[in-house]
T-cell receptor, first 117, second 116 residues
Framework: GAVVSQHPSRVICKSGTSVKIECRSLDFQATTMFWYRQFPKQSLMLMATSNEGSKATYEQGVEKDKFLINHASLTLSTLTVTSAHPEDSSFYIC?????????????FGQGTRLTVV | AQSVTQLDSHVSVSEGTPVLLRCNYSSSYSPSLFWYVQHPNKGLQLLLKYTSAATLVKGINGFEAEFKKSETSFHLTKPSAHMSDAAEYFCVVSDGYGGATNKLIFGTGTLLAVQP
């Protein structure tokens, strides 16, 4: 199947700094990618939909100025957590759809565990 | 609006015994339903999906699920658990094929433990 690569897998940063997470579709093009956040022992919550060449669509309650999304090419979307605080510590995971019709499937990256100290 | 409820947060079985992970859904549309597995510190892997074809869906690693519209259920089963099945399992609903324009709604997950 298709491969989505997410980098870094783990990052520790200081409060107030910014962190960039990359999501790449390795063997297919993705005009849309999705960013999720997963709190410990909880489910994945959709944060935003990343659209190639246009603005991202954010879910209700997600601060777009804090979670900057850039989808500059058909294979790369980035999520930047700006001015990170300890409450931003979480597991972030991206996905990209690949295929046609009933064969359309969402492929997920490995996730990024962010710890803000 | 779509939603999905996983009835058990934790399930523990012995190796070689059957696995049942329960999922109920709510959808205004004809839903697409999925089961994903997440091993520790790894991304999600699709186990199987239902997209309005056969109601009994067979997936990878011996897992299968049956779509029951009358019960709004999509329970995941496996006849015989293996130690490597220990992971977190998510039931997911989408109002389409889970593609570019369709959002995936995740259940809260079921942590499966397999005892030797």
């Amino acid at each position: 199947g298709a491969v989505v690569s997410q980098h870094p897998s783990r990052v520790i940063c200081k409060s107030g700094t910014s962190v960039k997470i990359e999501c790449r579709s390795l063997d297919f093009q993705a005009t849309t990618m999705f960013w999720y956040r997963q709190f410990p022992k909880q489910s994945l919550m959709l944060m935003a939909t990343s659209n190639e060449g246009s603005k991202a669509t954010y879910e209700q309650g997600v601060e777009k100025d804090k979670f900057l999304i850039n989808h500059a090419s058909l294979t790369l979307s980035t999520l930047t957590v700006t001015s990170a605080h300890p409450e931003d510590s979480s597991f972030y995971i991206c996905s990209a759809p690949e295929g046609q019709g009933a064969n359309l499937e969402a492929f997920f990256g490995q996730g990024t565990r962010l710890t803000v100290v | 609006a779509q939603s999905v409820t996983q009835l058990d947060s934790h399930v523990s079985v012995s190796e070689g015994t059957p696995v049942l992970l329960r999922c109920n859904y709510s959808s205004s549309y004809s839903p697409s339903l999925f089961w994903y597995v997440q091993h520790p510190n790894k991304g999600l892997q699709l186990l199987l999906k239902y997209t309005s074809a056969a109601t009994l869906v067979k997936g990878i690693n011996g897992f299968e699920a049956e779509f029951k519209k009358s019960e709004t259920s999509f329970h995941l089963t496996k006849p015989s658990a293996h130690m490597s099945d220990a992971a977190e399992y998510f039931c997911v609903v989408s109002d389409g094929y889970g593609g570019a324009t369709n959002k995936l709604i995740f259940g809260t997950g079921t942590l499966l433990a397999v005892q030797p």
